[in-house]
């Protein structure tokens, strides 16, 4: 969408249907009226609680459970980045084991980006998602992950 002074819309409008009248129409129009009620910020307002419950549970959980790993990001967007200790094995065998004992977890070096090279030590380090998850499946899978760093389990 645009925010434009009102004497601009008309003008703005009418550019636009000269240029491309192809977009869904329908769904704009939904938008508009989702961001004009006050229905979108409610709904804003209600995800970011969300997420931050997740996000609490999963670094809580995190700190709980597997004390000492190092997580990095957690106060941004919907993943973060745990950091292995030297005593664990890679990544990559990690998201094996974790998988195992049914959680998924994704190694920084299958990144689709490739910055992920540029962080050292970036093969001991995972991503961990929560943006979709309930917490109770977020206890679950760092209970599965620490299965898998347990040492018993190697």
């Not at 009620?37 to 995800?47: F, K, M, N, P």
Request: proline share 6%; aromatic share 6%; hydrophobic share 40%.
């Amino acid at each position: 969408y645009m925010l434009l002074p009102r004497d601009l819309v008309r003008t703005a409008v009418t550019i636009k249907s000269l240029m491309d009248n192809g977009l869904p129409w329908l769904e704009q129009a939904t938008l508009a009226q989702f961001i004009r009620d006050g229905s979108y910020d409610t709904h804003l307002r209600r995800l970011r609680t969300a997420h931050e419950a997740r996000r609490n549970a999963l670094v809580g959980a995190l700190r709980t459970r597997l004390p000492e790993v190092r997580v990095q990001g957690a106060d941004a967007g919907q993943h973060l980045l745990l950091r292995l200790p030297k005593s664990c094995p890679p990544a990559v065998e990690v998201q094996a084991a974790a998988r195992g004992f049914g959680t998924g977890v994704y190694p920084l070096s299958d990144s689709p980006v490739w910055f992920h090279e540029l962080l050292p030590g970036h093969e001991r380090c995972l991503m961990l998602g929560y943006g979709h998850l309930a917490e109770e499946q977020i206890e679950r899978g760092i209970d599965g992950l620490a299965q898998a760093l347990s040492p018993s389990s190697r």
